[in-house]
């Protein structure tokens, strides 16, 4: 799908009852918005619309075959648009509101869009913590569908500022409620009766989730789109991405972490929670930096450095 023609005059406004006010029409109207989550900036419109979902596709253009995360306010909404088992309803209990993204099967008389969902029969379905989609969800009074509010592969958006770089004259509204607090997207797991698979990592690690489940996370297999963030190269700056880097070569930015300190540094203590926090910031430092090519510093695969570096991995692979 093509961006919209002629472009629209984009506003950025800060978060409150006015924003909220204006972003309830909007959506009401069949146009998205960009809200923040916990997580990321989202692109929030209408789930249970295909003409609302077509515009989300259409402004970020993204593939048709890449479902949408669909955001609901309450557990109670989420087991109207999908079957909620007892394992899901524990680990909604759990981490509800959160950073937690369920794939589930779709609800008997789901009422999201099969262009949200991309035609399949699961749903990625998810309570976010952030106000301000709290507060969007409960004026609009119906699901919505939120991916990352960028430019489809991209750099994901932690500010408003970010949001307006990718998408301005695409969009008609932005609101504005400051940094993100996590800065990276939330983990997706695809939930079966009595199994778990693990379909991106975020911020909810797999052994928080296998504690409350009592089962383990399963890794899930390749080649299929189950859900958001698993084509093969995403989050993508516009510059070549070299991985695991100590120093610099000619004509890069580096990313450090710990005691590489680069141009710039996720944590220079070595905080896994601050470098997520920090990781879609750096990138788009980087990105406007005038340099040839960005490299980033090693990153421990252990914990939140699972996320960390699947997001490193999307962002340095081939473009397709």
């Known amino acids: 799908m093509s961006q919209q023609n002629p472009p629209v005059h984009t506003a950025t406004c800060p978060y409150g009852p006015a924003a909220i006010a204006r972003a309830t029409e909007l959506i009401r109207d069949g146009r998205p918005v960009a809200i923040a989550t916990e997580t ?8 249970t619309s295909d003409e609302a979902v077509a515009r989300i596709y259409a402004a970020k253009g993204r593939p048709s075959f890449n479902p949408l995360i669909v955001h609901v306010p309450t557990v109670a909404a989420a087991a109207e648009i999908a079957e909620i088992s007892p394992l899901a309803e524990r680990l909604a209990d759990a981490f509800w509101p959160g950073p937690l993204t369920m794939v589930l099967p779709l609800a008997k008389h789901s009422p999201v869009a ?7 029969s699961t749903v990625a ?36 500022a970010h949001v307006a770089a990718s998408l ?5 509204l932005i609101v504005d409620s ?85 141009d710039a540094t996720l944590s220079a203590t070595g905080n896994l929670v601050e470098a997520a926090a920090r990781l879609f910031a750096a990138l788009h430092e980087a990105d406007a930096s005038g340099r040839m090519a960005i490299a980033v510093a090693p990153i421990p695969h252990t914990g939140l450095g699972h996320a960390i570096n699947d997001r490193l991995s999307r962002a340095a692979a081939p473009r397709t």
Not at 40 to 47: E, I, Q, R, W
Not at 168 to 172: L, N, Q, T, V
Request: proline fraction near 9%; avoid cysteine.
């Open 178 to 262: 400051g940094a993100t607090a996590r800065g990276i997207e939330s983990t997706i797991i695809a939930v079966a009766p009595d199994k778990i698979r693990l379909l991106r990592p975020g911020p909810v690690t797999t052994a928080e989730i296998a504690a409350v489940a009592n089962l383990p996370v399963e890794t899930a297999g390749t080649g299929t789109i189950e859900a958001p963030g698993q084509l093969a190269s995403h989050y993508a700056p516009s510059r070549p991405l070299r991985l695991n880097a100590t120093e610099t070569r000619a004509g890069e930015w580096l990313i450090g972490f710990g005691n590489v300190a680069g």
């Open 168 to 172: 301005a004259g695409r969009i008609d």
């Open 114 to 120: 099969p262009l949200a969902t991309a035609g399949l």
């Open 125 to 160: 379905v998810r309570v976010p913590a952030h106000p301000a989609m709290r507060a969007l969800l409960e004026s609009v009074g119906r699901p919505l569908a939120a991916p990352s509010a960028n430019a489809s592969g991209g750099i994901s958006p932690t500010t408003a």
């Open 40 to 47: 990321v900036y989202g692109l929030a419109g209408d789930a």
